[in-house]
């Protein structure tokens, strides 16, 4: 099993750029999430999705957007990108049923924006 | 929303020492996780407790979900050190808010050899 994978690993945007930062499990997990770390921080929520379809906001869902067509992709996109953003970005995948509630982590995406 | 406290920020100990660090929280969870984080990568699940009152242990790491279901602590024993590292709570609440998974701040290990 691959787990949770995200692409690109790396990435520099100039201030104004768009990108989607791209995640996908192959778990059939229905619960999604996109975290970011800035560093010597913690993990703040950014958005999270229960399934296909159906998305919402987390702790710092401004300047970023989600999109859960299928059960295995949560994409996240920036629009434009600022400084701000600079920052570590993890996915994680979680499968909520039968009292198991394990969360599993993508490698996690370096974006910097200059 | 919820929150978890967890404590402490960071140590920094000797090679071969006990390392205790606990998550403390308002409301109860269901599920407790213990995450260990190194640098550059993604968190990484050490243990998972599931009931109230659960010991479980995962070589040198124990921890154990609070009866009250509010808190939840990691013991490491005779730390080494590759043991340096992030270690995050997170509890899980079915149903709950932010995708029912709430993470804690962290706390940073640092070993002297």
């Known amino acids: 099993n691959a787990g949770v994978t995200q692409t690109p690993k790396f990435r520099i945007l100039k201030i104004g750029q768009s990108m989607t930062l791209q995640c996908t499990q192959d778990m059939n997990h229905n619960y999604m999430y996109w975290y970011r770390q800035d560093p010597g921080m913690g993990l703040k929520l950014i958005y999270y999705?229960?399934?296909?379809?159906?998305?919402d906001k987390g702790e710092v869902p401004n300047g970023y957007n989600v999109s859960r067509s299928t059960t295995e992709d949560f994409p996240l996109r920036l629009e434009l990108a600022a400084p701000s953003q600079t920052s570590v970005y993890f996915c994680a995948s979680s499968y909520p049923t039968g009292g198991i509630t394990e969360a599993f982590f993508g490698q996690g995406t370096r974006l910097t924006v200059v | 929303g919820q929150q978890l406290n967890q404590s402490p920020q960071s140590m920094f100990i000797q090679e071969g020492e006990d390392v205790s660090m606990n998550c403390t929280s308002s409301s109860i969870f269901n599920t407790w996780l213990w995450y260990k984080q190194d640098p550059g990568e993604g968190p990484v699940l050490l243990i998972a407790?599931?009931?109230?009152?659960e010991l479980t242990s995962n070589g040198r790491l124990t921890a154990q979900f609070g009866i009250t279901r509010k808190d939840s602590f990691l013991n490491i024993s005779a730390s080494i050190p590759s043991d340096v590292g992030i270690y995050f709570c997170a509890g899980v609440n079915y149903g709950g808010s932010q995708g029912n998974l709430i993470f804690g701040k962290g706390t940073k290990l640092s070993v002297k050899p």
């Open positions: 999705s229960v399934g296909a379809g159906i998305t």
């Open positions: 407790l599931y009931k109230a009152g």
